[in-house]
T-cell receptor, first 114, second 116 residues
Framework: KAGVTQTPRYLIKTRGQQVTLSCSPI?????VSWYQQTPGQGLQFLFE???????NKGNFPGRFSGRQFSNSRSEMNVSTLELGDSALYLC?????????????FGPGTRLTVL | AQSVTQPDIHITVSEGASLELRCNYS??????LFWYVQSPGQGLQLLLK??????LVQGIKGFEAEFKRSQSSFNLRKPSVHWSDAAEYFC??????????????FGTGTRLKVLA
């Protein structure tokens, strides 16, 4: 069974630009969660999508958004990039039912904002 | 508010020595607790999890963790560390949201260095 895949793996952007990251969950998983990982703040929850609907949201500004498609693939978008957005963005998928389901993480997308 | 604290940012042990990584949590109800490991350039891999029942849980790669409610702790242990265990370790708590789903709060991580 293929794991969670994220593309691209590395990205360099400049301040003010926007970026879109992609995540393909494990087959059969309907929930996709996104996390931002930085040395200073650690792992912070961005949002979770389930069946094309945002189900949970962390404390990030509106510049961070996401969506999920009918095949459960998810994208997250960051507009008007700031230097502080440089981070490893991790995607995790799970079955997503209303009980705890183990999350499986992808390798991440390393975003550098110059 | 729920929180997870990993008091040790860095730990160095010799290969073959025992290991204990500390994790303390703050959560009103019975928590779901996890330990993840992250190797450089990789995502997170689940080592073990605690939901209920036996407070000593066994995980992959020879790791175990003990849930102590009275101390709000969930420390990770391994009796004999291997050089391949060098990585960053994250403790996490799963808390139920008002919608009935779960969100995960991670500690800041402990970076393990193993000396040959």
């Amino acid at each position: 069974k293929a794991g969670v895949t994220q593309t691209p793996r590395y990205l360099i952007k400049t301040r003010g630009q926007q970026v879109t990251l992609s995540c393909s969950p494990i087959s059969g998983h309907r929930s996709v969660s996104w996390y931002q990982q930085t040395p200073g703040q650690g792992l912070q929850f961005l949002f979770e999508y389930f069946s094309e609907t945002q189900r949970n949201k962390g404390n990030f500004p509106g510049r961070f958004s996401g969506r999920q498609f009918s095949n459960s693939r998810s994208e997250m978008n960051v507009s008007t990039l700031e230097l502080g957005d440089s981070a490893l963005y991790l995607c995790a998928s799970s079955k997503g039912t209303y009980s705890y389901n183990e999350q499986f993480f992808g390798p991440g997308t390393r975003l550098t904002v110059l | 508010a729920q929180s997870v604290t990993q008091p040790d940012i860095h730990i160095t042990v010799s290969e073959g020595a025992s290991l204990e990584l500390r994790c303390n949590y703050s959560y009103g109800a019975t928590p779901y607790l996890f330990w993840y490991v992250q190797s450089p350039g990789q995502g997170l891999q689940l080592l073990l999890k605690y939901f209920s029942g036996d407070t000593l849980v066994q995980g992959i790669k020879g790791f175990e963790a003990e849930f102590k409610r009275s101390q709000s702790s969930f420390n990770l242990r391994k009796p004999s560390v291997h050089w391949s265990d060098a990585a960053e370790y994250f403790c996490a708590v799963g808390s139920q949201t008002t919608s009935g789903t779960y969100k995960y709060i991670f500690g800041t991580g402990t970076r393990l260095k193993v000396l040959a």
